[in-house]
């Protein structure tokens, strides 16, 4: 189904009309990434160029990767969004308008928007380009029908939700605001600590400017108290006697909740992690890409694969779950006390770069160590995961090797069934 898909339900004789099948959008913070996330599902993906974007950590897209990205992605009709949703300062104006510019002349095709929270940025950008479509960042607040409606008449034709609302304050501004108007709100990953990501800490603490794109992500850190009578002596910060990490976030997971997405009018279901590996990637996109579709086929099916969804989306690193505000207020559940560690079920071992016609050898850039002999499962861009052995591995020159101990590491390996191009890789992790 297209994302003008609609579904109707019966209610006492009357067909009631369910709004259109949301987008599924995913991040990539590389062209490899990127790619995947067009293999397994997406409906558009945002990524950063070399500047002004919000994870300058992030690999990020060159020009010519760009257009490299751009190109592949509508090759499969998904739409590539472009962040520039820095809080930008007096210095970066000037050179705003040049990056603009190479935005809108990029070879062969644009991408197919902007992501700004700036205004100033806004102004510049419908300028420099003004047939370009902007959606306003989620760093810019956006809280309430008022200030969509503010964007709608600037120009802009969509507006991602403030991470704090609920579902209830998004299905209020759906009907204040015209049809054609899009909504997006992310649905998983990271949450921050800081009101629509603004945040200071690291800025304080490091000199990196989180809302330029450099953020250490300091509400992960432990901490302690120090009185200002007695400097160097650390008392530890306890909450409930379970730990001193105050500001660590459980991960967002709206997984099991598409119908209630699906019905407060949201257009557009976004996923966190544009530093995320393409395991994340994969797993997140063919995740809720069945997930929607289920949805849309009947809400019988989508709840019966419902513990399938739970699986998947637990198969690649993430600091537990909650909902996040969207059923109202958050509490001390959604919090992590006593680390600031991930849950890692599964290592990402590489992606399926290339098949060698004579012998049938697979090519990855190793991410993880592994070995002949290991069981390691392919991701099937369908859903499936096939259960196969690594019969034997080769060096870039094709001499045999035991295992692929080095990062980065060119390997050929032998698989004991068949596999396909921008399949991915992955084990159990046995620790």
């Known amino acids: 189904m297209t994302g003008d898909d609609q579904v109707t339900e019966e209610d006492g004789g009357t067909a009631m009309i369910r709004r259109k099948k949301p987008e599924l959008l995913i991040p990539a913070g590389s062209l490899e990434v990127l790619k995947t996330a067009v293999v397994f599902g997406a409906d558009a993906v ?3 160029g070399e500047a002004f974007g919000l994870r300058a950590k ?3 897209f060159s020009p010519e990767e760009m257009a490299e990205g751009i190109a592949f992605a509508h090759g499969a009709g998904v ?4 962040t520039a949703n820095i809080l930008a300062h007096n210095g970066d104006l000037a050179e705003a308008a040049v990056y603009f510019e190479e935005l809108r002349d990029m070879k062969p095709e644009p991408c197919d928007a902007l992501i700004i929270s700036d205004p100033g940025l806004f102004v510049i950008a419908r300028e420099v380009w003004p047939e370009a479509e902007i959606h306003i960042s989620t760093q810019a607040n956006n809280t309430n029908y008022g200030t969509y409606l503010f964007w709608w008449n ?7 939700s403030a991470r704090e609302l609920s579902l209830e304050e998004i299905r209020t501004i759906r009907e204040h605001i015209p049809d054609e108007m899009e909504i997006e709100s992310f649905v998983q990953g990271s949450m921050c600590i ?3 990501g603004r945040c200071l800490l690291s800025n304080y603490f490091t000199g990196r400017d989180a809302n330029r794109g450099s953020c250490t992500h300091p509400c992960r850190w432990k901490y302690a108290v120090v009185e200002e009578t007695r400097p160097g002596e650390y008392m530890p910060v306890y909450e409930n006697e379970r730990g001193t990490y105050i500001f ?13 997405l699906v019905e407060a009018g949201i257009d557009s279901l976004k996923v966190e992690g544009r530093m995320k590996n393409a395991l994340y990637v994969a797993t997140m996109a063919r995740t809720y890409r069945r997930a929607i579709d289920d949805f849309f086929v009947s809400e019988e099916r989508y709840r019966g694969n419902e513990a399938w969804y739970r699986a998947e989306i637990a198969k690649c690193t993430y600091r537990q779950y909650t909902t996040g505000f969207y059923f109202g207020k958050t509490d001390e ?4 006390y006593d680390n600031s560690t991930y849950v890692n079920e599964y290592i990402y071992l590489g992606i399926i770069e290339e098949i060698s016609a004579d012998s049938g050898l697979v090519r990855i850039e190793q991410k993880n160590k592994f070995s002949v002999g290991d069981s390691i499962e392919i991701m099937k861009p369908d859903g499936r995961n096939a259960a196969v052995k690594v019969e034997a591995m080769y060096d870039e020159n094709r001499e045999p090797i035991d295992s692929c101990p080095h990062a980065r590491q060119t390997v050929w390996v032998k698989l004991s069934q068949a596999a396909e191009r921008h399949e991915v890789l992955r084990m159990r992790n046995s620790d």
């Open 58 to 60: 992030a690999k990020n």
């Open 194 to 196: 800081s009101y629509s």
């Open 333 to 336: 559940t959604t919090q992590i």
């Open 154 to 160: 600037q120009g802009a034709r969509r507006v991602v």
């Open 46 to 48: 945002y990524i950063g």
């Open 79 to 82: 739409k590539v969004y472009v």
């Open 248 to 260: 660590n976030s459980k991960d967002l997971c709206m997984i099991a909740y598409i119908p209630e």
